[in-house]
Each structure stands twice: as structure tokens, then as C-alpha cells.
């Protein structure tokens, strides 16, 4: 069951508890993952997704693992899918399949 309201955006997570908690700029941040600040700057506003070579440069920069950035993107496309106008009526007409 999908929730009503839209998951967190993993750019959020990046703005709170990278960029806030350790006092750094987009740029600063951007220089040490080895990105543009615009990639960085695209992520915090949701313009972009985490790619799996994102999700490996936070994980080891943030110490966590690369899964827990992927599934923050995950969830959230999922949620987008699910909710999207152009696959509302398709996904009612699905029949489970039952065993």
C-alpha cells in the first residue's frame, strides 16, 4: 500500500543531514564527491535523481551504505509511478494473480 503523501526526496536527506549537520556548502560538498555544484544544487531541489555512481559517493562520504541512498530514490519513483495520472487507470484494471 503506497502512502498518500510523497516520500521524502533523497535531495532533502542531502540538505538536512549532509549539507546543515556538517556546516558545508553545495560547492564544498560538490569538491568533495567530485561532482558539479549544479548536480549537487539539481539533487537538493529534486530536479534529479540519486544514479547508483551518486548513491556510492554518498555512502562512502557519509559513511552508510550506497543501498540506503538508493532506496530513498527507489521509493520515491515508485510512489511517482503509482500516483501518476497516465497509469492510474491501468494499474486498477490489473487483476492480482492469484495461486
Do not use: Y
Not at 7 to 17: A, H, S, V
Not at 22 to 48: M, P
Not at 70 to 95: C, E, G, P, Y
Amino acid at each position: 500500500m503506497m502512502p498518500k503523501k510523497r516520500p521524502t526526496l533523497p535531495g532533502d536527506f542531502i540538505k538536512e543531514d549532509i549539507l546543515n549537520e556538517f556546516e558545508l556548502t553545495q560547492e564544498q560538498l560538490a569538491d568533495e564527491l567530485g561532482v558539479s555544484r549544479r548536480t549537487i544544487n539539481e539533487l537538493v531541489k529534486g530536479k534529479r535523481r540519486i544514479t547508483a555512481d551518486m548513491a556510492l559517493r554518498l555512502g562512502k562520504f557519509t559513511k552508510t551504505n550506497p543501498e540506503v541512498w538508493m532506496n530513498l530514490q527507489n521509493i520515491v519513483d515508485l510512489w511517482d509511478v503509482a500516483h501518476s495520472k497516465s497509469n492510474a487507470k491501468f494499474l486498477r484494471q490489473i487483476q492480482p494473480c492469484v495461486a
